[in-house]
């Protein structure tokens, strides 16, 4: 079955007012303040009349609430117990957390870490910098935008050609600022040029003001398991910035060898 087909079967076989009430948590969650219905309404481009049926059902269930005082909506705890459980589920091995961590201590800057799986690049650990805030629309377990990450690009870099035409089929990229790369060609050079560096940058593609630099974690097979990032203001950015190059890499082998992969040797930091 092609791509067209198998998307057309999968739509067919969705429930509309379910996908629909998904997509408005995920905005509510990416949002720093509570947000209005006509907010939602607009961004989702989902009727209004639609959307309050969906934010009542919302409510009922106890996911959303409004925010005292306002007629603005946000998440409540019973989304983060969902969250704790998927956490628990699929636990980062502590040694991997720990190297992020040390990461983040030692650069001051929001790092992350995220996997390979299920056929997805996910946002599976974040240690947050004790002088650059974490970026916000990011959250553990987080999934999209692979092609504008350093973290999603590092991680494509490493998958099967096959694999990889098939999740540019199913994960086509949106453009989010004026920097985003989006064209295929483009994009197809970009992940070659990150697989024979080691490394992948984002230069305010997936967010303003935000770049990021990320190194893959590889498994004891040598298969690609993840990869860890360093990300931060622009105004902190330096493309050659060798001593957070060498630190960000020599985590990432760290990463590997705890894994049990026993062959990457830590390259020497090239110039862009």
């Known amino acids: ?39 939602l309404s607009r961004i989702s481009r989902i009727n209004l009349s639609t959307c309050y049926h969906l934010l009542d059902t919302l409510q009922v269930a106890g996911y959303v609430r409004k925010e005292n005082g306002t007629q603005g909506y946000v998440l409540t705890d019973k989304v983060s117990y969902l969250n704790n459980l998927v956490q628990i589920r699929s636990a980062v091995p502590r040694k991997i ?18 996997r390979w799986d299920g056929g997805d690049v996910v946002t599976s650990y974040i240690a947050e910098s004790d002088q650059t805030d974490k970026v916000r629309s990011l959250y553990v377990g987080y999934r999209g935008h692979a092609f504008l990450r350093s973290m999603g690009k590092i991680i494509l870099a490493h998958i099967p050609p096959a ?28 992940l070659e040029h990150a697989r024979q560096r080691g490394l992948a940058i984002d230069e305010e593609e997936y967010e303003v003001d935000v770049c990021g630099i990320a190194a893959p974690i590889f498994d004891a ?19 050659r910035d060798e001593t957070l190059i060498a630190c960000l890499q020599g985590q990432a082998v760290a990463a590997s060898l705890s894994l049990g992969y026993r062959v990457l040797p830590l390259e020497e930091v090239k110039s862009w």
């Open 221 to 239: 097979i040598g298969r690609i398991w993840g990869a860890i990032s360093v990300a931060m203001p622009r105004s902190h950015y330096h493309r």
């Open 97 to 114: 957390s720990n190297l992020v961590k040390a990461l983040a201590n030692e650069t001051h800057e929001a790092c992350y870490l995220s």
């Open 163 to 190: 694999e990889l035409a098939q999740y540019w089929a199913t994960h086509p990229p949106e453009r989010r600022t004026s920097n985003s790369r989006i064209e295929w060609t483009e994009i197809q050079e970009e």
């Open 1 to 39: 079955m092609d791509v067209p087909a198998r998307d057309a079967l999968r739509r067919a076989c969705t429930i509309q007012s379910l996908e629909r009430g998904l997509k408005l948590l995920e905005l509510i969650a990416e949002q720093p303040d509570a947000i209005t219905a006509k907010w």
